[in-house]
């Protein structure tokens, strides 16, 4: 049994406390790291997370009188109480906004849902780059699905909480995250063309080859992050313009050359465009190796991957370096930071036999730097969103 399935009978403990009465069921979904394929999703490239074992579970019933009331375990302030029919874009930024976007989005293209009564607990942390917020909208999705026996595909779902994202809490995610929560699989990581949508389950067995993967939460969000973010994605915008194509997933690593040269003026544009079209590279890298059971041969690819992101998208921090030049100086296959970037999470590929070295040295190197302890767990290829009971 995973912890999500021993959490459920809390949950629905938690539930019966608050609203008063069972649940009609259960629901959980999961957080993610990336694991190659970095800022490439609005550039209509190549992403790879997998979920991890941490999830946001939902116990839930459906109401006919078309209120829908909100409580987490995670969040302060009691239950949430609105109206289905009263929800507007973007609502205030709290943590209701992602849920109730979720039944904003599904009305919005004329899905019969209504009232419900939702309870959230979570095992994933928030705000570390592991995507808690497309957890809680994707199970929340999930649950109404059930609820209300919409039928809708996992992909499909995630598409509507994705939209709820943007259009109701008024953040510009990719497909990313909401895909990750819906379509994962134990064992896997999931390749997914953000152009077209269409995805693959890789096989990324970690125990059975003797690896590990470490997940390094250094605590750290520089505030840089959101300004940052749109200026990336507009500077992408501005070299694919340039170069005339409609995405930089358009441009082949054998054409990189004669693109940078295409772009002589304009350095800043330059390393952007050479991150993404080199990033998507790395990706299918990846994914030629593990099909061929290569999993070790991945390491260089993420150190690669988090020099790229570093030097030139510029969105890396000393503590993301640290994790990173540490881990590698202590023996690690390979490591990067995941995410967006200016702090979150790193992922470190390890031998089993290292990881516990490696994990030591990143928290002392943590503390002689004087940064905040960094968490570090290990991330095993999970499932993703699914009916708990
Ligand atoms: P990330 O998705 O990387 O964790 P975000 O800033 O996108 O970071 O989302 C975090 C926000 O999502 C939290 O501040 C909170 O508003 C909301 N959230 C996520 N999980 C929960 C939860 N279980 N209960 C209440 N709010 C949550
Ligand atoms: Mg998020």
Redesign the pocket.
């Given at each position: 049994m995973t912890d999500t399935e021993h959490g459920a009978p809390r949950t629905a403990a938690a539930f019966r406390e608050v609203y008063g009465a069972e649940p009609t069921g259960i629901w959980a979904a999961p957080?993610r790291v990336n694991l190659i394929g970095e800022h490439t999703d609005y550039n209509d490239g190549f992403v790879m997370p997998l979920a991890l074992p941490h999830t946001?579970l939902a116990a839930a019933s459906a109401r006919t009188d078309g209120v829908l009331r909100l409580h987490?375990?995670?969040?302060a302030g009691g239950i949430v109480e609105l109206r289905v029919d009263d929800l507007r874009p973007v609502a205030p930024a709290?943590?209701?906004?992602?849920p109730a976007g979720v039944v904003w989005a599904m009305r919005e293209v004329g899905l019969p849902v209504g009232g419900a009564d939702l309870h959230?607990?979570?095992t994933?942390?928030?705000?570390?780059?592991?995507?808690?917020?497309?957890?809680?909208e994707v199970v929340t999705a999930l649950a109404l699905d059930a609820l209300y026996a919409l039928g809708r595909t996992p992909q499909e779902l995630a598409r509507l909480t994705q939209r709820a994202?943007n259009a109701f809490v008024g953040?510009p995610?990719g497909i990313m995250?909401q895909t990750a929560a819906a379509c994962c699989t134990e064992g896997h990581a999931l390749f997914l063309d953000t152009r077209d949508l269409s995805h693959r389950q890789v096989p990324f067995d970690l125990p059975g080859e003797g690896l590990r993967l470490l997940v390094v939460d250094t605590r750290v969000k520089h505030e840089l992050g959101d300004g940052a973010y749109a200026e990336r994605r507009a500077g992408c915008e501005r070299g694919a313009r340039a170069l005339g194509v409609r995405a930089l997933r358009d441009i082949s690593l054998a054409h990189l050359p004669e693109a940078l040269n295409k772009l002589a003026g304009d350095a800043v544009v330059q390393s952007l465009v050479r991150h993404i079209v080199t990033e998507n590279h790395r990706v299918e890298e990846v994914i030629a190796h593990l099909d061929a059971g290569r999993t070790r041969a991945i390491g260089p690819l993420l150190t690669a991957g988090h020099a790229s992101l570093r030097d030139d998208f510029a969105v890396s921090c000393a503590e993301l370096d640290l994790a990173v030049d540490t881990a590698n100086a202590a023996g690690a296959v390979g490591a990067r930071m995941t995410?967006g970037g200016f702090g979150?999470s790193a992922i470190v590929l390890v031998e089993e036999a290292d990881a516990q070295t490696v994990s030591t040295a990143i928290t002392e190197d943590f503390a002689a730097a004087g940064h905040l302890t960094p968490r570090v767990f290990t991330a095993v290829p999970s499932a993703g969103a699914r009916r708990v009971r």
């Open positions: 957080g946001t987490s375990g995670g969040a709290r943590w209701a906004a992602y959230y607990d979570s994933v942390p928030t705000g570390a780059g592991l995507s808690s917020s497309a957890a809680l994202e953040v995610v995250d995410g979150g």
